[in-house]
């Protein structure tokens, strides 16, 4: 199925220091007039600049989107396959996606088999459906970089135990980048906005030092946009259009990746079905007059918000709960 690109969310929004944020260089320059931890950089628009590396970015989303499933669900997999868990992928050995002979289980059971967090983000026998680009600074002149000092205390004496060194941290400026899904459900949707909105209240921080009052943002959305490519539009009956296929939605109507497949091969990936939630967004053709999309804009409650208002929707059904 996932050979298939049913429907894909492309999330533009703004990373805002909301205090001193570092993300380190993995190796010391040899500039010995530069600070013992440097930003990491890149060239980017024609010069030198600090950057939000995208890895580092899905690290800390997954982290958190981890502790999310945990809190309403298990952290080990439960025997009945349909509660919510997420696994601790750095330690799981993942012989439950393999069969009595140690070879991979067909891919429709490996990705129902595997835990919430990883059918997202990934695991060693599937794909990732989440990619996160690297942050780049808006205006490169409006970055504010200084130099702070720090020593490491001995827990034992009291004293210096490494030190002192100095650190260089961002305390001002705005990075720009993009989340993609890809065949997502409308409560993989919904986890994504829950994660980018603990993250602007505070909950947990990006980089060095976050247990030191390093790594505190502030999240702005920019834009959000919804493409179904192997749809049509059909502005008479006002209905998005499978192609090859009868199925029609209305055209105001948010679809996850199970309303684009049977009810037999929906129940093979455990994929819910309806997975679809109503908006006040009206859908439109793609460049070059097909496929259709849908398009959020701005850092409001009818913007972006509103998107990730109907995701969490489908996240608290998929709890069995209500959300308003």
Request: hydrophobic letters at 35%; glycine letters at 10%.
């Amino acid at each position: 199925m996932h050979k298939r690109l049913v429907n894909h969310c492309t999330i533009d929004f703004s990373i805002i220091p909301d205090g001193p944020i570092l993300i380190k260089s993995g190796r010391e320059g040899a500039d010995p007039t530069n600070p013992d931890m440097e930003f990491v950089r890149t060239f980017h628009q024609g010069g030198w600049s600090i950057y939000l590396p995208g890895s580092s970015l899905k690290g800390a989303i997954r982290a958190h989107a981890e502790r999310i499933v945990r809190t309403i669900g298990s952290e080990t997999k439960p025997s009945n396959s349909s509660k919510l868990w997420a696994n601790n992928p750095l330690t799981d050995k993942y012989s439950y996606l393999k069969d009595s002979a140690g070879k991979d289980l067909p891919s429709h059971e490996i990705y129902q088999k595997s835990s919430f967090t990883d059918q997202m983000f990934g695991n060693t026998s599937i794909a990732s459906r989440v990619r996160i680009e690297d942050a780049h600074p808006v205006d490169v002149k409006k970055l504010y970089i200084e130099e702070r000092n720090g020593v490491a205390i001995d827990r034992v004496f009291g004293s210096v135990a490494v030190g002192p060194f100095n650190y260089q941290v961002c305390t001002a400026g705005e990075f720009r980048t993009k989340i993609h899904l890809k065949n997502f459900t409308l409560a993989q949707l919904g986890l994504i906005g829950l994660v980018l909105r603990d993250l602007n209240d505070g909950w947990f921080g990006l980089g060095f030092a976050k247990s030191r009052g390093l790594g505190t943002v502030k999240v702005k959305y920019n834009s959000a946009t919804i493409q179904y490519p192997g749809c049509i539009l059909d502005d008479d009956k006002k209905q998005i259009c499978l192609l090859g296929s009868d199925n029609q939605w209305n055209w105001s109507y948010l679809l996850g990746v199970g309303e684009f497949l049977s009810p037999e091969e929906a129940n093979k990936y455990g994929f819910k079905k309806p997975d679809k939630q109503d908006s006040p967004i009206r859908a439109e053709l793609m460049e070059l007059g097909f496929g259709v999309q849908m398009k959020w804009e701005g850092d409001t409650e009818a913007g972006v918000k509103d998107l990730f208002m109907r995701g969490v929707r489908s996240w608290g059904e998929l709890l069995g709960c209500t959300t308003s």
